[in-house]
């Protein structure tokens, strides 16, 4: 496996190209990283990578069920509630600097079924039954 490195430059940031490019320099699958840009455009992504045929692994769940192929990262509502906590000792007194850093404690694996079926790809039964969520 060999990993090719795509960057976008200057809005309105180019998916498309991007992914054609991939295809061109023989790239047969996308991972997408966390970001705040790549959470907003996650829905021109996820048909972006469609289009040209690119199963395409995500960090959050929110990418798939916008048409993404396969999300695995930290369940966000989780590490929201989480948050909360923090939120409650601090009002009550706590000062944030002697609070510990957390990692997240629960992940998530999100699988879209009919993306698989577009890409022509079979998921194994295996992997769909460790799926917290299937989406058909």
């Known amino acids: 496996m060999s ?9 309105p ?3 498309e190209g991007a992914m054609q490019l991939a295809g061109r320099r023989g790239g047969n699958a996308l991972f997408v990283p966390s970001s705040p840009l790549f959470y907003r455009d996650r829905t021109r992504i996820a048909d972006a990578a469609l289009k040209n045929r690119l199963p395409t692994i995500f960090a959050h769940r929110e990418h798939v069920e916008a048409g993404g192929f396969i999300g695995y990262g930290p369940n966000m ?3 929201y509630r989480r948050a909360a906590v923090y939120v ?3 009002l009550k007194g706590a000062k944030p600097a002697d609070l510990p850093v957390e990692q997240p404690t629960k992940f998530e694996l999100v699988i879209n079924l009919k993306t698989a079926k577009a890409l022509g ?5 295996t992997l769909l039954q460790w799926a917290d969520q299937v989406i058909e």
């Open 13 to 15: 940031y180019d998916y």
């Open 3 to 11: 990993l090719l490195r795509l960057e976008l430059k200057d809005p």
């Open 77 to 79: 509502s989780d590490m």
């Open 121 to 125: 790809l079979t998921i194994p039964q």
């Open 88 to 90: 409650d000792r601090i």
